[in-house]
């Protein structure tokens, strides 16, 4: 009824940004009560990582069903499903009275969380055409660099001046407020040929890469040797081969890795995944040396890290007008040679040096990142038809969670072979702030990686997406002229 008020494309827009801040902001907004938690719901520090674990298992194993879900039983329906029970579970974690309650609503949480990050991909890559990505994500980066940023700030401030239940209680008025508006303003999207269900998909892929993940962040805190560590990165793996093994002989899988044969999707992908990595390695390392290191606290911590939202942000404008006359191929690869340089500058960082220095090479590193972001988000699904991305998203989703786990491994194991104190000449206990530099080394190495791959990206099957709309054009169809000079 409402539905002629507002353009489509706003209103996916709205419900993206919303949504996806909702979501991201949380994975990092959590990580600032764990000691708070512990203390005041009476346990330990092993058991109060389940409230992360938890979460993050209970993702990884919705993830695979979730591009299925949307095209079988509507995108919208899924998606405010998935909405609305985030923003409920959001709401039991705030009532939880002790750390069980709490890590079983978190699981619940991951759960929506599982559907709500690949359906929302979809709807957005249905409404928009390769034409207009660019454009449109350069709006649509917010959640993306801002929530990870403002996660540790607010958390920090809702900690000391409020109590720990707020930060979950912060995301219901959005998802409720989300939840309404795309009521009354999302379109309906459905995929005729959706095929049944592959529960032999499902299962494998759900329980592999769960165990991959468990394994993943366990790995750092507890020992690669750990028998739980060990077993689970083993059985993860052998899991997920016999997932592919599946798919691969199924006419209808749960995630067609078919897909990757798309040269453009496989290889965005993976510079995504190795870019990531080290992006996500760097902001866990970060925050771990100022308050670890240099014990700052979780507010400064905060602070000193939030210029590379900013960075991006700025950057972005640029890089959208950039990206039809030089093509993602160049972005993406000398945007993360800088980025891989700009993260070993960090390696000059010592005990009394001025947190400005590490403020303007965050806001640098932001700005480099745009670079890789925004043609990634243009470029990677530019050959996926409309029937395929629902799936694709998906198989993105998946990649996202694997390689920003795999990033805090690389850099957490650093700093757990070589300790993140020592004992200086007299016998006394400092922080080893050797040990930081040789993490950030490591992020900086993997995204050195990512700008291998990237060089690999062909500016020609990315055409689409690089045509601009000449001035006075009356449609977005006409008047297009492609960039030139593609490889």
Known sequence: MFRHLINPKVSVCVIFVSSMFMSIMDSTIVNVTLPTLVRQLHTSNTTI??????????????????????????????FLIALALFSAASAL????????????????????????????????????????????????????VIAPA????????LVDHFTWNWVFYVNVPIGVAV????????????????????????????????????????????????????????????????FVAIELR?????????????????????????????????LYTAPLFLQEGRHETALMSGLTTFPEAVGVILSTQLVARLYPLVGPRRLMGCGLICVAALISLFWLMGGDTSLWWMRLLMFLVGAGMAFAFLPSQAAGFATISSADTGRASALNSAQRQLGGAFGIAVCGSMLGVLGQTTLNASGVEQPNLAAYHVAFLASALLVLVASTIAFRISDRDAAITMQRRKRGAAADTEGVEPALGMD
């Open 93 to 144: 974690c705030g009532q939880a009275r002790s750390a069980e309650m709490l890590i079983w609503f978190r699981v619940l949480q991951g759960a929506a969380g599982g559907a709500l990050t690949p359906v929302g991909t979809a709807i957005l890559y249905r409404t928009f055409p390769p034409q207009e990505r660019v454009q449109v994500s350069r709006v649509l980066m917010i959640p993306t």
């Open 150 to 157: 403002m996660g540790p700030i607010l958390g920090g401030f």
């Open 179 to 242: 939840c309404i508006f795309g009521f009354f303003f999302l379109q309906e999207h459905r995929e005729p040929a959706a095929g049944r269900f592959d529960i032999a998909g499902f299962l494998s892929a759900g329980i592999g890469l769960a165990l991959l993940l468990y394994a993943l962040g366990a790995g750092p805190t507890y020992g690669w040797a750990t028998p739980n560590t060990l077993v689970s990165a083993v059985a993860g793996i052998l899991i997920l081969v016999a």
């Open 250 to 282: 199924i006419k209808e899988p749960m995630i067609d890795l078919r897909l990757l044969r798309d040269r453009l999707f496989r290889t965005a992908n993976l510079a995504s995944f190795f870019s990531g990595a080290g992006f996500l390695g760097l």
């Open 49 to 78: 990582e389940a409230v992360v674990t938890g979460y993050v298992v209970s993702l990884a194993v919705v993830i695979p069903a979730s591009g299925w879900l949307g095209d079988r039983w509507g995108t919208k329906r899924v």
